[in-house]
C-alpha cells in the first residue's frame, strides 16, 4: 500500500470518527459544542503532527543529505486531499442514517468546501511535522559528531 493511501485512510477515518463523535456530543450537550469542536480540532491536529514528525525524523535518518529526501510534500499533499474528499463523501452518507446528525450540509459542500477545510488542516501541520522531524535528527547529528579540530598555524 502506497504511504499516501494509508494516511489518507487513517487520517480520513479520524475525521469522521471525530465529526460523527461531534454531533452525538451536540445533540446531548449543546452548550458546550465550543469545547468540543476545539478538543476534536486539537486531537485531529495533533495526530498529524505527530505522523508528520515521524515521517520527517525517519526521512532524515534514512537519507542524511537534505537533497536526496524523500518528496514528503507530495506525499501528504494526496493523503490530505483524499482524506478531505473522502471524509466529506462519508460524512455526507452517514447523515442519511437515523440518529446521526453531522450537519445536513449537502454533498457538493461536504467536497468541495469541507474537504478543501480538511485538507489545509491535515497537509499544514503535517508539513510543520516534517520540518521539525527532520530538524531534531539534524540537530542531534550535529550533537554525536565529533567536533572538528580547527587547524594550528604552522610556526616556522
Known amino acids: ?30 452548550t458546550a459544542g465550543v469545547w468540543m469542536r476545539i478538543l476534536c480540532l486539537i486531537v485531529l491536529v495533533g495526530a498529524v503532527v505527530l505522523w508528520g514528525l515521524v515521517d520527517g525524523r525517519a526521512d532524515r535518518r534514512a537519507n542524511s543529505d537534505p537533497e536526496h529526501g524523500a518528496d514528503l510534500t507530495m506525499r501528504w499533499l494526496k493523503a490530505g486531499l483524499a482524506a478531505g474528499i473522502g471524509s466529506g463523501l462519508a460524512a455526507w452518507i452517514l447523515d442519511f442514517i437515523p440518529g446521526f446528525d453531522l450537519g445536513d450540509q449537502g454533498l457538493v ?21 516534517v520540518v521539525l522531524g527532520r530538524w531534531l535528527v539534524g540537530r542531534e547529528g550535529k550533537k554525536s559528531a565529533p567536533a572538528a579540530q580547527t587547524p594550528q598555524p604552522v610556526n616556522a
Open 1 to 30: 500500500m502506497n504511504a499516501w493511501v494509508l494516511r489518507a485512510v487513517g487520517l480520513g477515518a479520524l475525521t469522521v470518527v471525530l465529526e460523527t463523535l461531534l454531533g452525538v456530543g451536540m445533540r446531548y450537550w449543546p
Open 109 to 129: 459542500f461536504n467536497i468541495t468546501s469541507a474537504a478543501a477545510f480538511i485538507v489545509l488542516l491535515i497537509f499544514i501541520p503535517a508539513m510543520l511535522g
